[in-house]
């Protein structure tokens, strides 16, 4: 009983402190988000993986380029538009509220390192899934038709 009570009031306290979902706050919630996660560097740490792909001689020019051409603006503001059209504003604030966050940023950091660990056994174990259900496959078909080719003569 006292654990319903708590939750009632976790959820009451929740609801009541909810942004109300509308342009005004979607805004100014998505330029929170967008304070602590910058265009900038979401390209530049972009660039940098990329630029590992190319030959050594490819890389200095590169990103030269980048820093001289790349329109952070209108990146900026087609992020914008598109966090506001696809979160509500208590979805942009949670946002904010964890880039915002030195933990989150530092996990995030660990996210590459950590997937590129995870991924080849995920790899592995979905092509031993595959393997396992193909044979499962052919033998249940093979029994088919043994089944369905042998006579059954009844007395």
Known sequence: MKALFFLSIFALTT??????DNLENRQAQAKRYLEANPPKAMAQALADQTVTMLPEAERK?????LTKHLDVKAIHQAMQTALM????ANELEVLANFYSNPEAKTALAKMDPYMAEV??????EMLKAQQKAFNASNSRTQVDEVTNNSIVKLP
Request: hydrophobic share 55%.
């Open 15 to 20: 609801l009541a402190f909810a942004l109300e």
């Open 61 to 65: 020019p590169y990103l030269d380029m």
């Open 85 to 88: 059209n696809h979160f509500t």
């Open 119 to 124: 991924l080849p056994v995920l790899q592995a």
